[in-house]
T-cell receptor
Framework: NAGVMQNPRHLVRRRGQEARLRCSPM?????VYWYRQLPEEGLKFMVY????????ESGMPKERFSAEFPKEGPSILRIQQVVRGDSAAYFC???????????????FGNGTRLTVT | AQSVTQLGSHVSVSEGALVLLRCNYS??????LFWYVQYPNQGLQLLLK??????LVKGINGFEAEFKKSETSFHLTKPSAHMSDAAEYFC?????????????FGAGTRLFVKA
């Protein structure tokens, strides 16, 4: 399967624990985007990364949330000290596009559904 | 800043009827526009996109959308609804001049198809 792979599909955490969500982009894609989806609210942009660089994190909460996309391995979205309000579906998308070449749409994974109890 | 407004969070049509899902956008530059579909427990799949050129774009599953700059709209239509079209649909906009493909999504419209 050459698509965007996210794992785990479902993640349950107690309040105060850490959540780690992983995303492997499509082969050949060097751009990764994380979105959060809450019921009836659509997808909210969180962060855009290229290999080893955070390009745009304007949608990321200032505290407890971090993201990385290392030279080797998947992109990781990390949520520390989770609270009930963090419960949502988190989607990763990837694209091959570079600057000035916005003709490639996003390719989405199937998401990680985080439940905080 | 770019934004997308989808009119109607829920739309219900009968099987065989016209599907019309409305989308208006705001952008300071000529945008790229998209419609995505999401089936339960899945990610989003691209239905169609407008970048440049012909303003009427055709997508998968018989859907099409027309870019109307004067109305800042990009409504999605399908002449005849099928039960399998029941899903959530997202209109999205991106700025082609920015690096990569940061995309802003509307809140979504859930389409119900009645037998």
């Amino acid at each position: 399967n050459a698509g965007v792979m996210q794992n785990p599909r479902h993640l349950v955490r107690r309040r105060g624990q850490e959540a780690r969500l992983r995303c492997s982009p499509m082969k050949g894609h060097s751009h990764v985007y994380w979105y959060r989806q809450l019921p009836e609210e659509g997808l909210k942009f969180m962060v855009y990364l290229q290999k080893e660089n955070i390009i745009d994190e304007s949608g990321m909460p200032k505290e407890r949330f971090s993201a990385e996309f290392p030279k080797e391995g998947p992109s990781i979205l990390r949520i520390q000290q989770v609270v009930r309000g963090d419960s949502a579906a988190y989607f990763c998308a990837s694209s091959p596009a570079g600057r000035g070449n916005g003709n490639s749409p996003l390719h989405f994974g199937n998401g990680t559904r985080l439940t905080v109890t | 800043a770019q934004s997308v407004t989808q009119l109607g969070s829920h739309v219900s049509v009968s099987e065989g009827a016209l599907v019309l899902l409305r989308c208006n956008y705001s952008s300071s530059v000529p945008p790229y526009l998209f419609w995505y579909v999401q089936y339960p427990n899945q990610g989003l799949q691209l239905l169609l996109k407008y970048t440049t050129g012909a303003t009427l774009v055709k997508g998968i599953n018989g859907f099409e959308a027309e870019f109307k700059k004067s109305e800042t709209s990009f409504h999605l239509t399908k002449p005849s609804a099928h039960m399998s079209d029941a899903a959530e649909y997202f209109c999205a906009v991106s700025d082609p001049n920015t690096g990569g493909f940061k995309t802003i999504f509307g809140a979504g419209t859930r389409l119900f198809v009645k037998a």
